[in-house]
């Protein structure tokens, strides 16, 4: 029974490269988040999508960053052009069609870490 | 002025010592507050949920919130080294299944020493 999942575990990358992150949900799950994660500053939430629908991207950079979950594969998190900036732990997690009420409850991956040099 | 505020740490503690994890928020519309675990190299779990204020237990871990004090607090008894970990606390003010609404802390790192 597996959980979310997402590859690559580790990332390296040159300044002004492209990153895609992938993420599988559970089964049965139709949410998917994404979170960046850096010390100082904590989880901070992304992107939120459903199949085929960007349903909330407030906490996405206007630029260089983009987000896709299709009817069929993996949801992916690609950013172009990396920067320095960009290292970090990116998380997926994902939810039940009922938005993992009444918890809340999300089911997160083991996380991508993208090193840019 | 975050929204969330919880120390860093870290934190030791020798095993089987009572430890006190504290958030304290200055949204007093949260009403929703939940604690994850995260070990190294993991995403977090979700460890404990409460709604509004009050007391809530699980096994060994208690989680507590006073609204009037905008606090919560989880406490785990008689710790174990498998409990060292980081824990974050993390709240919405908007029903539960909002999740991308969720406002998380720092996180706490936790190390318990056998």
């Known amino acids: 029974n597996a959980g979310v999942m997402q590859n690559p575990r580790h990332l390296v990358r040159r300044r002004g490269q492209e990153a895609r992150l992938r993420c599988s949900p559970m089964k049965g799950h139709s949410h998917v988040y994404w979170y960046r994660q850096l010390p100082e500053e904590g989880l901070k939430f992304m992107v939120y999508?459903?199949?085929?629908?960007?349903?909330?991207e407030s906490g996405m950079p206007k630029e260089r960053f983009s987000a896709e979950f299709p009817k069929e594969g993996p949801s992916i998190l690609r950013i172009q052009q990396v920067v320095r900036g960009d290292s970090a732990a990116y998380f997926c997690?994902?939810?039940?069609?009922?938005?993992?009420?009444?918890?809340?409850?999300?089911?997160f991956g083991e996380g991508s870490r993208l090193t840019v040099l | 002025q975050k929204e969330v505020e919880q120390d860093p740490g870290p934190l030791s503690v020798p095993e089987g010592a009572i430890v006190s994890l504290n958030c304290t928020y200055s949204?007093?519309?949260?009403?929703?507050f939940m604690w994850y675990r995260q070990y190294s190299r993991k995403g977090p779990e979700l460890l404990m949920y409460?709604?509004s204020s009050g007391n809530k237990e699980d096994g060994r871990f208690t989680a507590q919130v006073d609204k009037s004090s905008k606090y919560i607090s989880l406490f785990i008894r008689d710790s174990q080294p498998s409990d060292s970990a980081t824990y974050l606390c993390a709240m919405t003010g908007d029903n539960a299944g909002n999740n991308r609404k969720l406002i998380w802390g720092l996180g706490t790192s936790l190390a318990v020493n056998p």
């Open positions: 949204n007093s519309a949260f009403q929703y």
């Open positions: 997690a994902s939810s039940p069609p009922s938005g993992g009420a009444p918890t809340g409850e999300l089911f």
């Open positions: 999508l459903q199949k085929e629908n960007i349903i909330d």
């Open positions: 409460t709604y």
